[in-house]
C-alpha cells in the first residue's frame, strides 16, 4: 500500500522507515526540507507541500499527520480537508485531545473523508520495536488500511499468549486495537499516558529513597550505601516490577549512576492533565495519577532525584530533552 506521511520528526520519519521496511511506498512532506532529503534518499517520495504529497497518491488516499497537538496538527487536518476527496482518509497519529477528534472527524465526514484518531506508542524505539496503536474511527477505513497497522505493530512477538482469548479480535495480540469510533483511540492513548506518569513517579520515588538510605538524619548504624545501578537491573530479572522503564532506568543508572547529566526538570506534554480532568469530569478518584501530574509542576521549582529519574525514564522512551 502507499501512505503519505507529514511531519519527520523523532516519530513520524520512524512510522515511515518502518513501513517502507515492509514494501509500502511512503510520501513524505516536512516543513524542513533536509528532514523531506533525508527520507528521500532512503526511498521516500519527496513532497514540497500538502497539495504535492496529495497529488503523488493514488486514491483512495491515506495521508497520516505526525505533528504536535494543537495548532500545528489543526492547520494540518484543515488544510487535508480540502484537499483529499470523498472515500479518502486523514489519520491523527498525535496526542491530540480526544474531543477535538469527535469535531475534526464530524467536519471531515461531511465532506466524504474518513478521520482516524491513532494514539501511538512506542517513542525512538518504534522503528525497530514496533508501535502499539490504539485506532479511533470508522471500521470500513481500519479494515482497508489494516496491512499499514499491521506492518507498524510490534506483531505477537516473544510475548505468551493470554489464556481465554478464544474468539477476540486477533489484531490486539498484534500490537493494535480498534478502540471504538472516533475520540476512542486518543482517548485509550490519553489514559494510557496518564498510567505511564504514576508508573514512572513510583520508579523514581522508590529509587530517590534508595539514594537516600544512607541520610545523615539516620542514626549511623541504619545509614546504607546501596547500588543503584546494580538494583534497577536485578529488578529486570524476574521481579514482579519488570518492565520496559525498569529497562531505561537500569540503562540510564549504568552510564550515569548519580543521574548528574540531568537536572530533573520534568515536562509533561498534555496527555496527563486530560486524564485528570477526565477524572473530575466523570468523577473518577484518580488520587496515585492526579499526584504523579501535580509532581511534574513541582520539578520545575523544586527538584530532587527523583525528578532525575523521570527525566531520564523520559529521554530513554521519548528522547525528551529536559530545560536546563
Given at each position: 500500500?502507499?501512505?503519505?506521511?507529514?511531519?519527520?520528526?523523532?516519530?513520524?520519519?520512524?512510522?515511515?522507515?518502518?513501513?517502507?521496511?515492509?514494501?509500502?511506498?511512503?510520501?513524505?512532506?516536512?516543513?524542513?526540507?533536509?528532514?523531506?532529503?533525508?527520507l528521500a534518499?532512503?526511498?521516500?517520495?519527496?513532497?514540497?507541500?500538502?497539495?504535492?504529497?496529495?497529488?503523488?497518491?493514488?486514491a483512495?488516499?491515506?495521508?497520516?499527520?505526525?505533528?504536535?497537538?494543537?495548532?500545528?496538527?489543526?492547520?494540518a487536518?484543515?488544510?487535508l480537508?480540502?484537499?483529499?476527496?470523498?472515500g479518502?482518509?486523514?489519520?491523527?497519529?498525535?496526542?491530540?485531545?480526544?474531543?477535538?477528534?469527535?469535531?475534526?472527524?464530524?467536519?471531515?465526514r461531511?465532506?466524504?473523508?474518513?478521520?482516524?484518531?491513532?494514539?501511538?506508542?512506542?517513542?525512538?524505539?518504534?522503528?525497530e520495536?514496533?508501535?502499539?496503536?490504539?485506532?479511533?474511527?470508522?471500521?470500513?477505513?481500519?479494515?482497508?488500511?489494516?496491512?499499514?497497522?499491521?506492518?507498524?505493530?510490534?506483531?505477537?512477538?516473544?510475548?505468551?499468549?493470554?489464556?481465554?482469548?478464544e474468539g477476540?479480535?486477533?489484531?490486539?495480540?498484534c500490537?493494535?486495537?480498534?478502540?471504538g469510533?472516533?475520540?476512542?483511540?486518543?482517548?485509550?492513548?490519553?489514559?494510557?499516558?496518564?498510567?505511564?506518569?504514576?508508573?514512572?513517579?513510583?520508579?523514581?520515588?522508590?529509587?530517590?529513597?534508595?539514594?537516600?538510605?544512607?541520610?545523615?538524619?539516620?542514626?549511623?548504624e541504619?545509614?546504607?550505601?546501596?547500588?543503584?545501578?546494580?538494583?534497577?537491573?536485578?529488578?529486570r530479572?524476574?521481579?514482579?516490577?519488570t518492565s520496559?522503564?525498569?529497562?531505561?532506568t537500569?540503562?540510564?543508572?549504568?552510564?550515569?549512576?548519580m543521574?548528574?547529566?540531568?537536572?530533573?526538570h520534568v515536562?509533561?506534554s498534555?496527555?496527563g492533565?486530560?486524564?485528570?480532568?477526565?477524572?473530575?469530569?466523570?468523577?473518577?478518584?484518580?488520587?496515585?495519577?492526579t499526584?504523579?501530574?501535580?509532581?511534574?509542576?513541582?520539578?520545575?521549582?523544586?527538584k530532587?532525584?527523583?525528578d532525575?529519574?523521570?527525566?531520564?525514564?523520559?529521554?530513554?522512551?521519548?528522547?525528551?530533552?529536559e530545560a536546563?
Amino acid at each position: 500500500m502507499e501512505l503519505g506521511v507529514v511531519g519527520l520528526g523523532r516519530m513520524g520519519a520512524n512510522i515511515a522507515r518502518r513501513l517502507m521496511r515492509a514494501g509500502h511506498r511512503v510520501v513524505a512532506f516536512d516543513r524542513d526540507e533536509k528532514a523531506v532529503r533525508a527520507l528521500a534518499a532512503e526511498g521516500a517520495a519527496a513532497a514540497a507541500d500538502l497539495a504535492d504529497l496529495v497529488r503523488q497518491l493514488a486514491a483512495p488516499r491515506a495521508v497520516w499527520v505526525m505533528l504536535p497537538a494543537g495548532e500545528p496538527t489543526e492547520q494540518a487536518i484543515a488544510a487535508l480537508g480540502d484537499l483529499l476527496s470523498p472515500g479518502d482518509v486523514a489519520i491523527d497519529g498525535g496526542n491530540t485531545f480526544w474531543k477535538d477528534d469527535i469535531r475534526r472527524a464530524r467536519a471531515l465526514r461531511a465532506k466524504g473523508i474518513d478521520y482516524l484518531d491513532i494514539g501511538t506508542s512506542g517513542g525512538v524505539w518504534g522503528l525497530e520495536r514496533g508501535y502499539c496503536l490504539m485506532i479511533g474511527g470508522p471500521e470500513a477505513a481500519v479494515r482497508r488500511l489494516d496491512p499499514i497497522f499491521a506492518a507498524l505493530a510490534p506483531g505477537l512477538g516473544g510475548i505468551p499468549r493470554t489464556p481465554h482469548r478464544e474468539g477476540r479480535d486477533p489484531r490486539v495480540e498484534c500490537g493494535y486495537l480498534h478502540a471504538g469510533p472516533n475520540g476512542a483511540g486518543h482517548f485509550v492513548k490519553m489514559i494510557h499516558n496518564g498510567i505511564e506518569y504514576g508508573m514512572m513517579q513510583a520508579i523514581a520515588e522508590g529509587f530517590d529513597l534508595m539514594r537516600h538510605a544512607n541520610s545523615p538524619e539516620l542514626p549511623e548504624e541504619e545509614r546504607l550505601t546501596l547500588d543503584l545501578a546494580d538494583i534497577a537491573e536485578v529488578w529486570r530479572r524476574g521481579s514482579v516490577i519488570t518492565s520496559w522503564l525498569l529497562d531505561l532506568t537500569a540503562a540510564a543508572l549504568a552510564e550515569d549512576p548519580m543521574l548528574e547529566g540531568f537536572s530533573g526538570h520534568v515536562g509533561d506534554s498534555g496527555e496527563g492533565r486530560w486524564t485528570v480532568q477526565q477524572a473530575v469530569e466523570t468523577a473518577v478518584p484518580a488520587p496515585v495519577l492526579t499526584a504523579a501530574l501535580y509532581a511534574r509542576f513541582r520539578s520545575r521549582r523544586e527538584k530532587g532525584f527523583a525528578d532525575q529519574v523521570l527525566s531520564a525514564m523520559r529521554k530513554g522512551f521519548g528522547g525528551h530533552q529536559e530545560a536546563k
